[in-house]
């Protein structure tokens, strides 16, 4: 059974970074795109930035771009998503999640929520001024 768990969250002031880890159990991790998503209140789940298989391509959401980064290691099972420069806007309940990639396929990134195959139970980010 494939089981991801999310950490690093929490409540910080704006213009702050925070790091969030996402850990994988239960699978062979290098044989997943993985991805980051977030969810606020009221609103849809949406795609923040994706990672394919061997780390070499990563996409980001325009919203984030340049002040997040993804990153993972396969060696530990682990994705990471550096935030910089944090805002009020990007507050929300964030999703790691893991897309079936079993060919390793070059350069294949995972930007629809219904291509994950397996979702973390979510880790909070409060933004504050």
């Known amino acids: 059974q494939v089981r991801l768990v999310e950490s690093g969250g929490g409540s910080v002031q704006a213009g702050i970074s925070l790091s969030l880890s996402c850990t994988a159990s239960?699978?062979?991790?290098?044989?997943?795109?993985m991805g980051w998503f977030r969810q606020a209140p009221g609103k849809e789940r949406e795609f923040v930035a994706g990672i394919s298989w061997n780390g070499a391509t990563t996409h980001y959401a325009d919203s984030v771009r340049g002040r997040f980064t993804i990153s993972r290691d396969n060696a530990k099972s682990i994705v990471y998503l550096r935030m910089n420069d944090l805002k009020l806007e990007d507050t929300a309940l964030y999703y790691c999640?893991?897309?079936?990639?079993?060919?390793?396929?070059?350069?294949?990134?995972?930007?629809?929520?219904?291509?994950?195959?397996?979702w973390g139970q979510g880790t909070q980010v409060t933004v504050s001024s």
């Open positions: 999640g893991a897309a079936a990639d079993p060919f390793s396929s070059s350069g294949y990134v995972a930007e629809n929520a219904y291509d994950y195959d397996y």
């Open positions: 239960g699978t062979t991790f290098s044989h997943y795109a």
